[in-house]
């Protein structure tokens, strides 16, 4: 670039470093600058999605996404605070979610932890945004294209590619208050408590002698208890709640 060309330099934070290209990956750009992009366009032009902005200031002044810098402002972008706040309504208690077609792992272990948590194998990114936004899901994804759609509402990248990792991740952004053991992680639906006589033409002879407590989603009838992944679920679940009590301390 020329440097005599008008151009807006760009200090990014290292947590938000991966989203930029290779050969762009240094805390400092400098942008050439055409006196009509905003902020916002300018940072997703980097290669940085908007959810995952945190802070934007100019000079150390607090700046919007949509506010036109001049030629020649330093602007710092720093990332997504952690907990990240997010909106609940009235009775609410922890964020919903919505995951796209490549976290179906996570979204069972979202669900063990008993937060509401919609998955499709067969949405396409339209309407992913739509249900996102009507029913005021967070969408999780490692989709950068879909994080930049205007409409989503809200939107977070999920970070690493084991479950164990996403999961830590999610946790750790979100600090949600968590539910163990009270949704269906087939199908998302809420677990109510039954006795053996509801539930005995459902399961064999002998988990009816082995186990006495027993939950069934409401939605699909799906009948659980701790069997035989009792002991690995339950690590998943102490995990995440001594993840989330740090997170949000």
């Known amino acids: 670039m020329d ?3 008008p151009a807006v330099q760009f200090e990014i934070s290292e947590e938000l470093m991966p989203f ?11 942008i050439a600058y055409d006196g009509t992009s905003t902020i916002g366009h300018l940072v997703e032009a980097l290669g940085v999605p908007l959810p995952e902005a945190g802070p934007i200031t100019i000079g150390g002044t607090a700046a919007e996404p949509s506010h036109r810098p001049a030629a020649g402002d330093v602007v710092q972008v720093a990332p997504m605070p952690r907990p990240q706040p997010v909106p609940l309504e009235p009775g609410q208690h922890a964020p919903r979610f919505l995951l796209d077609v490549h976290l179906g792992t996570l979204a069972r272990r979202l669900r063990l932890l008993g937060l509401d948590t919609a998955y499709h194998n067969d949405m396409d990114d339209p309407a992913l945004v739509v249900q996102a936004n ?4 967070v969408l999780l994804t490692q989709d950068r294209g879909l994080l930049r759609r205007r409409a989503l509402w809200l939107g977070a990248y999920v970070r690493g590619s084991r479950p164990d990792d996403q999961l830590g991740d999610v946790l750790d952004r979100f600090a949600p208050a968590l539910r163990p053991w009270t949704r269906c992680t087939a199908c998302n639906g809420v677990l109510v408590t039954v006795g053996k006589a509801e ?9 009816l002698r082995s186990y006495d407590v027993y939950g069934r989603c409401a939605d699909c009838g799906q009948v659980y208890w701790r ?23």
């Not at 539930?199 to 988990?207: H, N, R």
């Not at 102490?238 to 993840?243: I, M, S, V, Y």
């Open 3 to 5: 440097d005599n060309q």
């Open 20 to 30: 930029l290209p290779a050969s762009r990956r240094r805390a400092r750009q400098r």
């Open 134 to 137: 009507e029913e005021r899901r």
């Open 199 to 207: 539930i005995e033409a459902q399961v064999q002879a002998g988990t």
């Open 227 to 249: 069997g035989a992944h009792g002991g690995h679920l339950e690590q998943i679940v102490e995990r995440a709640t001594q993840a989330v009590a740090a997170s949000g301390a």
